[in-house]
């Protein structure tokens, strides 16, 4: 019988495999064209132009609104990871709150919290109409880390619009989102 020698088996071997490796990278990196990489500075640029979006629908739906937005003492767009570079689950997002005085943007991550906990966050706009509202969020997310988040505030100075999948816009509530900032991309 004639049997093949250890180089021979390998070859035989390593020859497919490596063909099934060239595949598979060729797959992935065909379908992850659109996927942004998940640098720093592309999770910042995406919630930015995540924020921008967000706020011209407020606008578009309630026209005067984004003025309002802009008087306010701040603002923050909440949206669900899967908009994201992040490779988190179902019921996390992320955020930016922008602070008009000082022009600051600050980015947290964010998570459903109860009965809602593995739905997708919707994406949501809060405006902080005074100082101490925004101040209140602020504080609350520098204290508050992944395992023990902050609740997001139940404050009269502070308004929350849900911007809806069929489109449209409507008054919201936050109280199912617990946050704190994004050490990685800059709390």
Request: hydrophobic share 40%.
């Amino acid at each position: 019988m004639n049997r093949p020698g250890p180089s021979q088996l390998q070859n035989e071997i390593s020859a497919p495999l490596a063909g099934v490796l060239v595949l598979a990278l060729l797959v992935a990196s065909v379908g992850c064209e659109g996927i942004a990489p998940r640098s720093k500075q592309a999770k910042r640029s995406h919630a930015l132009m995540t924020r921008g979006r967000a706020v011209a629908a407020v606008e578009q739906e309630r026209p005067g609104e984004k003025a309002k937005l802009e008087k306010a003492a701040g603002y923050a767009v909440i949206a669900s990871a899967t908009d994201m570079p992040y490779e988190l689950p179902p019921g996390f997002g992320f955020g930016v709150v922008h602070d008009n005085s000082s022009g600051k943007n600050s980015f947290f991550l964010v998570v459903r919290h109860g009965a809602d906990a593995n739905v997708p966050v919707p994406t949501r706009v809060l405006v902080f109409d005074t100082q101490k509202a925004l101040a209140n969020f602020d504080q609350s997310a520098r204290a508050a880390k992944a395992d023990t988040p902050a609740a997001l505030p139940r404050d009269a100075d502070v308004q929350v619009f849900e911007l809806l999948e069929a489109g449209g816009v409507e008054q919201g509530s936050a109280v199912d989102l617990r946050y704190w900032y994004d050490s990685d991309v800059g709390g």
